[in-house]
């Protein structure tokens, strides 16, 4: 399950436009930040995705993603002409594809590198669509084969594009809006594959082209509602619309952390074994299986877009740091991350503060907001002051920011382990993070 949002530059603060979106996976598919840098390709060049080939580019732009570390694609990203896109699994009566193909987030990071407009990165997906269709497995720990819509921006122009195997319908957004793990286009498109309609006829999910809907006629009633995506969808579009005008990045730092409309003092993940969250915790059983396992918000800044980046799980446990196109990532990364704990890599050291964390989330959650919210502050005021400077300066700010984020967590961990959990975790919440644990090889005395 995931959230992406996005607000064009007529619905922000200074006029330049916002992207954000949590990546939704198994607690154990480790989130891994990856730059790529742009290339020529020589003819007849080949690129392999996560499980086929298919002809390369001959130039692919610089890119940046937020990915699971055993993919290809990516969930989300941004290439070094500030396109921006995220993608979401959908759930349909059309039967997902489990042969072998394109994933949704092998689209996504192809028409990242293949794309300088978000107009042009539509083209680029629906082309490949029609070429390759979608299809194959996209789950780590269990099977999972569904469909994939996509928000897709740039600094001037911002599109939805849902897709059902080969077929799918566009529409270009202004102001404000977000999609979930649920087809949102109705009766309204731009473009559209020529048989969008008279499949669905075909198929007896409406009687004729004047009743058809798209949302109505394509949707699966069963995973669609346990994903809580319209729900989810509502809260993030409230959220965008009550800050219309005047929307900063923390406005949608804000939103990827929502855990309901109100978000209500003493909330705790450990409550419940089903519901859905738009910074999703997992829990006990197979609906609430996904965890937000990274997050990304994207400044769409015309001349060099600025991305913060968490790297690991958990939004409400984790720090937005910013990062940029051109600036390598610090050393404070650490190696790529795998599905076992490595305390070497970003996402895994960060798991300590997060699992020690959900042990007693209303209690220990307090240890670090305040805290959280103030460094978050001053690493966002100065990278925005810095989006014309010099490479050396914005190098030093990324180095610095993820720097100050790690000995921020440590300070926490600390705090955390003098501070023992007043209430027990409930039995189930305990036996599914033990569960986790496990798989991944996370040490007992790795936690507090």
């Given at each position: 399950?995931c959230?992406t949002l996005?607000?064009t530059?007529t619905?922000?603060?200074d006029?330049?436009?916002?992207?954000a979106?949590?990546?939704?996976?198994?607690?154990?598919?480790?989130?891994?930040?990856?730059l790529?840098?742009?290339?020529?390709?020589?003819?007849?060049?080949r690129?392999?995705?996560?499980y086929?080939e298919?002809?390369?580019?001959?130039h692919?732009y610089?890119v940046?993603?937020a990915?699971?570390?055993?993919m290809?694609?990516?969930?989300?990203g941004?290439?070094?002409?500030g396109?921006?896109?995220?993608?979401?699994?959908?759930?349909?009566?059309?039967?997902a594809e489990?042969?072998?193909?394109?994933l949704g987030m092998?689209?996504?990071?192809?028409?990242?590198e293949?794309?300088?407009?978000?107009?042009?990165?539509?083209?680029?997906i629906?082309?490949?669509?029609?070429?390759?269709?979608q299809g194959?497995?996209?789950?780590?720990a269990h099977p999972l084969?569904?469909?994939n819509?996509?928000?897709?921006?740039?600094p001037?122009d911002?599109?939805?594009?849902?897709?059902?195997?080969k077929?799918w319908?566009?529409?270009?957004?202004?102001?404000?809006?977000?999609?979930?793990?649920?087809?949102?286009?109705?009766?309204?498109w731009?473009?559209?594959?020529?048989?969008?309609?008279?499949h669905?006829?075909?198929?007896?999910w409406?009687k004729?082209a004047?009743?058809?809907d798209?949302?109505?006629?394509?949707?699966?009633?069963?995973?669609?509602?346990?994903?809580?995506?319209?729900?989810?969808?509502a809260?993030?579009?409230?959220?965008?619309?009550t800050?219309?005008?005047?929307?900063?990045?923390t406005?949608?730092?804000?939103?990827?952390?929502?855990?309901?409309?109100?978000?209500?003092?003493?909330w705790?993940?450990a409550?419940?074994?089903?519901?859905a969250?738009v910074?999703m915790?997992a829990?006990?059983?197979?609906?609430?299986?996904?965890q937000?396992?990274g997050?990304l918000?994207?400044?769409?800044h015309?001349a060099r877009?600025l991305l913060?980046?968490?790297?690991?799980?958990?939004?409400?446990?984790?720090?937005?740091k910013p990062?940029?196109?051109?600036?390598?990532?610090?050393?404070a990364?650490?190696?790529a991350?795998t599905?076992?704990?490595?305390?070497?890599?970003?996402?895994?050291?960060?798991?300590?503060?997060?699992?020690?964390l959900?042990?007693?989330?209303?209690?220990?959650?307090?240890i670090?907001?305040?805290?959280?919210?103030l460094?978050?502050?001053?690493l966002?005021?100065?990278?925005?002051a810095?989006?014309?400077?010099?490479l050396?300066?914005?190098?030093?700010?990324?180095?610095?920011?993820?720097?100050?984020?790690?000995?921020?967590?440590?300070?926490?961990l600390?705090r955390?382990a003098?501070?023992?959990p007043?209430?027990?975790q409930?039995f189930?919440?305990a036996?599914?993070w033990?569960s986790?644990?496990?798989?991944?090889?996370?040490?007992t005395a790795?936690?507090v």
């Open positions: 399950m959230d996005v607000m530059r619905a922000t603060a006029a330049v436009a916002l992207f979106k949590n990546s939704d996976r198994d607690p154990n598919e480790a989130h891994h930040v990856l790529a840098p742009a290339a020529d390709h020589p003819p007849g060049s690129v392999r995705c996560t086929i298919i002809e390369q580019a001959p692919t610089a940046a993603l990915k699971p570390f055993w290809w694609g990516a969930e989300m941004v290439n070094e002409h396109v921006v896109i995220g993608n979401e699994a959908l759930f349909t009566r059309q039967p489990k042969e072998a193909r394109l092998d689209l996504l990071r192809l028409a990242l293949r794309a300088a407009t978000a107009r042009a990165a539509v083209e680029v629906t082309a490949l669509l029609e070429r390759y269709g194959g497995n996209c789950g780590f084969y569904y469909q819509s996509f928000l897709i921006a740039d001037d911002a599109w939805v594009l849902e897709t059902v195997d077929h319908a566009a529409r270009r957004v202004q102001g404000s809006y977000s999609i979930s793990n649920a087809i949102t286009l109705s009766k309204q731009d473009m559209a594959s020529p048989d969008l309609v008279t669905a006829i075909e198929q007896g409406c004729s004047a009743e058809f798209f949302a109505e006629a394509y949707s699966d009633f069963l995973y669609t509602r346990l994903s809580d995506a319209r729900k989810r969808c809260a993030t579009l409230a959220a965008l619309q800050s219309s005008g005047r929307a900063t990045p406005s949608m730092f804000a939103a990827l952390r929502l855990h309901t409309a109100a978000d209500a003092p003493g705790s993940p409550r419940g074994l089903t519901g969250t910074c915790h829990g006990y059983g197979p609906v609430r299986r996904s937000t396992t997050s918000v994207a400044y769409l015309p877009p913060f980046v968490t790297g690991t799980a958990a939004p409400c446990t984790s720090i937005f990062l940029w196109l051109d600036t390598p990532l610090p050393e990364v650490g190696p991350p599905g076992v704990y490595d305390p070497h890599t970003l996402f895994w050291r960060h798991e300590r503060l997060h699992r020690s959900l042990r007693d989330y209303p209690q220990r959650i307090t670090l907001q305040e805290e959280r919210a460094l978050e502050q001053e966002l005021e100065e990278a925005l810095a989006c014309d400077a010099p050396k300066e914005r190098r030093r700010i990324v180095a610095e920011g993820f720097s100050r984020a790690l000995a921020a967590e440590e300070r926490w600390t955390m003098a501070a023992p007043s209430q027990r409930s189930w919440h036996r599914a033990a986790f644990n496990r798989a991944a090889g996370v040490p790795a936690l």
